[in-house]
């Protein structure tokens, strides 16, 4: 079983739609976990970062983190044709070393 | 907004040559990363570097690459003798005391 699995799609929406974006991981180790915006031939952008389980909410974006079920998810609301990109979730056990370990990232398109 | 700066954007190399990639992290961060993409596939660790020296490394980071601060300001990673499956994206990254790790827009290395 991979570390850290995500349907790498891709998911076309129309806009204003809510996206949801979803990884399962195996580790139960890990206890931070990010959500990464990546364009096209670009660097990974921090969009959400949480600490164990739980909802974090961040404008039209919210994180959620269920460790008992080692899923967490990411949700766009109001979905705007400017958040087409990658979509990728890393994890880590410490957050001292800070080695991340990525999904294979989501594409996602949001068209007018 | 402090940001995490790599140069070259793109280098282009003949097997077997050295290559250096250089990355300016954000100033009052202290945790250095490296992570490579190979086309079309995850992002994946390979080395953290704190206080002057290598705190954790990948199976990926054998002899063949080496990382330095020379200075207050940058950080390299030099890769000895280049091979094929060089080839890829290599991200910079830094971490300052939140946690949160930003990455820089990443070097494009074509190993020829």
């Known amino acids: 079983q991979k570390e850290v699995e995500q349907d790498p799609g891709p998911l076309s929406v129309p806009e204003g739609a809510i996206v949801s974006l979803n990884c399962t991981y195996s580790n139960s180790a890990f206890q931070y976990f990010m959500w990464y915006r990546q364009y096209s031939r670009k660097g990974p952008e921090l969009l959400m970062y949480t600490y164990s389980s739980g909802n974090k909410e961040d404008g039209r974006f919210t994180a959620q983190v269920d460790k008992s079920s080692k899923y967490i998810s990411l949700f766009i609301r109001d979905s705007q044709p400017s958040d087409s990109a990658t979509y990728l979730c890393a994890m880590s056990q410490i957050q001292g070393a800070q080695k991340l370990v990525f999904g294979q990232g989501t594409r996602l398109t949001i068209n007018p | 907004e402090p940001e995490v700066t790599q140069t070259p954007s793109h280098q282009v190399t003949q097997m077997g040559q050295e290559v250096i990639l250089r990355c300016v992290p954000i100033s009052n961060h202290l945790y250095f990363y490296w992570y490579r993409q190979i086309l079309g596939q995850k992002v994946e660790f390979l080395v953290s570097?704190?206080?002057?020296?290598?705190?954790?490394k990948s199976e990926i980071f054998d002899d063949q690459f080496s990382v330095e601060r020379p200075d207050g300001s940058n950080f390299t990673l030099k890769i000895r003798s280049t091979k094929l499956e060089d080839s890829a994206m290599y991200f910079c990254?830094?971490?300052?005391?939140?946690?949160?790790?930003?990455f820089g827009e990443g070097s494009r290395l074509t190993v020829l």
């Open positions: 570097f704190y206080n002057n020296e290598i705190s954790e």
């Open positions: 990254a830094s971490r300052g005391d939140t946690g949160e790790l930003f």
